[in-house]
């Protein structure tokens, strides 16, 4: 079963960064934002990555002590950037201050890309072992015909 | 049934399948704070392997540290996906061959094939 196992670990890694993805997009989509539900600007957000067994108590009964050791990758939290906005001085904004500044959030576009960047490249790493481990599992079938 | 060479290649195909995952599991931990790569003593766990002993798992040591405190480099774990897979293409397509001889025999030499 371990190869069946070993596509439970790259899926967990392929979800964690797809998250992370869609964090870092909502932020650069949200860069100019300056009404939320919560009031003010936008706060920028990001993912904190933490390992995690993705083996069920049922299935560790038949799992090597190799396995047990393999672990996948989870989000454990989504952290939102508590640093004070930017103030940027617009008059004509309808949220501006008595002093013409408005608070923008403190998102950088190009720190967001680089990291955008990242999270492809890992998941495109996720789906070159996922697809790996496909072809071992079919080449173990073949060896029914 | 499949004794010698077959069951030898059936523990090396397991421990491939093993180290495959930890592979997998280092690269789905690429971005992971505080993660350090995992492997096996290939050479070492597969001759283990041969006398039941269960394989350990270790740390990698000598590789470069993030300031994450993350080590997992990605072009190894590339190299060792790789790698795995053509050692368990091998390894299928040889016990393909022992599975064959088998079948040879219990059809008595190839008369009526499946």
């Known amino acids: 079963m371990s190869l069946f196992g070993s596509l439970d670990v790259s899926a967990s890694g392929m979800a964690a960064q797809r998250t992370r993805a869609e964090i870092l997009v909502e932020n650069l989509a949200n860069a100019d934002t300056t009404r939320t539900p919560e009031g003010g600007p936008y706060h920028r957000k990001d993912v904190v990555f933490e390992s995690s067994a993705t083996s069920s108590p049922f299935s560790s009964v038949f799992q090597s002590a190799i396995e047990g050791q393999a672990s996948g990758v989870q989000v454990s939290q989504i952290v939102t950037d508590s640093t004070p906005p930017v103030m940027r001085y617009m008059p004509g904004h309808p949220d501006a201050d008595k002093d013409g500044f408005v608070a923008m959030p403190r998102v950088n576009p190009a720190e967001d890309m680089v990291d955008l960047l990242g999270a492809s490249r890992g998941y495109g790493a996720n789906v070159a072992a996922m697809s790996a481990i496909k072809d071992m599992i079919q080449r173990s079938i073949d060896l029914f015909k | ?114």
Not at chain 2, 71 to 80: Q, T, Y
Request: aromatic share 4%.
């Open chain 2, 1 to 114: 049934m499949l004794d010698g060479v077959g069951a030898n290649l059936e523990q090396y195909m397991t421990l491939l399948a093993d180290r495959q995952k930890l592979v997998a599991a280092n690269i789905a931990n690429a971005d992971t704070p505080g993660y350090k790569t995992k492997d096996i003593d290939f050479q070492a766990e597969f001759a283990n392997a041969l006398q039941g002993i269960q394989p350990n798992v270790m740390e990698v040591q000598g590789l470069v540290v993030k300031n994450d405190g993350n080590n997992v480099s990605l072009d190894r774990e590339a190299r060792l996906l790789a790698e795995n897979a053509l050692r368990f293409n091998i390894a299928s397509n040889l016990m393909r061959g022992q599975i064959h001889t088998l079948r040879l025999a219990i059809e008595g030499g190839g008369g009526s094939s499946s």
